[in-house]
């Protein structure tokens, strides 16, 4: 019996000895022979590969990132809206820090969950600005916030368990889940409830397998914010669902524009359930320096760190030691990075209420926004192509005016599109021109 690597060159041989030559029968007869052996042999090819890369697609923000790449690289300009980067350069004293762990030779492994100062500068940080109490054990630091939301879903999911995650979401949320094995099940807002989960919808939406409910606040893609009036509320919820676990993303905790930020961790009546997700990749511009982590129940945490320990180990050594200059240092510069978002922001929705059909509130957070766009679905193109959704659109947009930007079906919100401001006043103003003239152009 052969295995399927074996058969390969069995079929080869079979391929090459065939002549398409004879009588027309013949001929055809051998051709579709020659087609079906390079089917079975291009499935197999396939096979090989796991059945995991099924569950899964890649993140549509990076799909658009990478096009417009391409794009850019073959001379066009192209003005970037598609990822959630700041444009800011790493703080002096952070950089100054890692140059300094360089030449202290921080070079070695790393334990697994993080140095235990960088572990104690997180729970100084979520004290001074959260009003949170946790202890180094129940902090894991990790490569990225996305590493540390991935190491929790693998250590809380089983296959059967439920997922419930509010729409719009992070495009990365669904698509770990179900890398896990788990079932996503998704709750649609509205633009009229700020893009926010009611206490009714989340009642009404938990079941006995929901095991996990994901959300981000402050959020990307919108920007909406819960405020502790609203969070209490979804507690009184939780309290009733004594399963259910809530992890709580505040990546964007700092590029806040309406006051403090509020976690659902400050409420104690849930808080041995909630996973908090942190980093520093957007309140302190360091998205290539991959450092993130969580705070959790003591039981999840170890559970974290195992899984971490067999697939990354240790956060890489300099990213820690620049962690904790970030994390204790001065927050000056992230406090001016936030005013320049928030003057971007202003330009961005003034220039979107500008145009015709888009539908659009000022986001209280984060540097995203995120239109309704729906007006525009059914339109043709100058060459004729119908704008069918929020896909067409950003194609069309990509390929037309040359401005990238994020289908809202990513996020769970097929009549918007996401729209980046962390890029220059400049770049913004040539990027919505283009837009406002291509959408005109729409018939």
């Known amino acids: 019996m052969y295995t399927k690597r074996g ?5 080869m041989y079979l391929i090459i000895s065939l002549r398409l030559n004879g009588p027309a029968w013949v001929v055809e007869w051998r051709f579709l022979l020659l087609q079906t052996l390079f089917l079975r042999l291009n499935k197999m090819t396939i096979m090989a590969l796991s059945s995991l890369l099924t569950r899964f697609n890649e993140p549509e923000t990076l799909k658009m990132a990478k096009l417009g790449r391409t794009l850019r690289e073959s001379g066009i300009d192209v ?14 004293h952070i950089k100054q820090a890692a140059k300094q762990a360089i030449d202290e030779n921080y070079s070695h492994y790393t334990p697994v ?42 250590s809380l999911i089983e296959p059967g368990d439920e997922v419930l995650i509010p729409t ?26 700020g893009f926010k989960i009611t206490p009714e ?29 609203e969070l209490a509320a979804l507690v009184k919820v939780f ?14 905790e700092h590029i806040n524009y309406s006051g403090a930020h509020e976690s659902i961790a400050q409420f104690e009546s849930v808080k041995d359930r909630v996973i908090v997700i942190n980093g520093l990749s957007k309140g302190f511009a360091m998205t290539g320096w991959r450092l993130g982590y969580m705070a959790a129940p003591i039981e999840i945490a170890k559970a974290c760190e195992k899984i971490q320990g067999q697939f990354t180990s240790g956060t890489n050594a300099i990213a820690q030691r620049a962690a904790i200059a970030a994390l204790l240092g001065d927050l000056k510069p992230t406090h001016e990075m936030v005013q320049a978002f928030r ?5 961005v929705i003034q220039w979107l209420k500008e145009i015709p059909g888009l539908e659009i509130d000022t986001p209280p957070a984060a540097f995203y926004a995120f239109p309704v766009v729906k007006s525009y679905f059914g339109k043709s193109t100058p060459n004729g192509e119908r704008i069918q959704n929020a896909d067409d659109l950003c194609m069309y947009l990509l390929n037309t005016a040359h401005v990238s930007t994020v289908t809202g079906r990513a996020f769970g919100e097929p009549d918007c599109i996401r729209m980046s401001f962390a890029n220059s006043m400049e770049n913004l103003e040539k990027g919505f021109s283009k837009i406002r003239k291509a959408l005109a152009d729409l018939q």
């Open 113 to 154: 969950a993080g140095f235990l100062d960088v572990r104690k500068a997180i729970c100084t940080k979520f004290v001074r600005d959260n009003g949170l109490q946790y202890t180094p054990e129940q902090i894991i630091v990790s490569t990225g916030a996305k590493h540390s939301i991935a190491n929790l879903v693998l």
């Open 79 to 92: 003005t970037d809206l598609s990822l959630g980067e700041p444009d800011f350069n790493t703080p002096e």
């Open 7 to 11: 058969r390969k060159p069995v079929f």
């Open 168 to 193: 719009p979401y992070w495009v990365t949320y669904s698509e770990i889940v179900r890398l896990a094995g788990g079932e996503v099940r998704l709750e649609r807002t509205s633009k009229e409830s």
């Open 239 to 252: 309290e009733k669902h004594p399963q259910v676990y809530i992890m709580s993303d505040e990546i964007y």
């Open 201 to 229: 919808q989340l009642e009404a939406a938990i079941q006995p397998n929901t095991k996990l409910f994901m959300f981000s606040s402050p959020s990307n893609p919108t920007g909406a914010l819960y405020t502790k009036e």
């Open 343 to 347: 003057t971007r922001r202003d330009s």
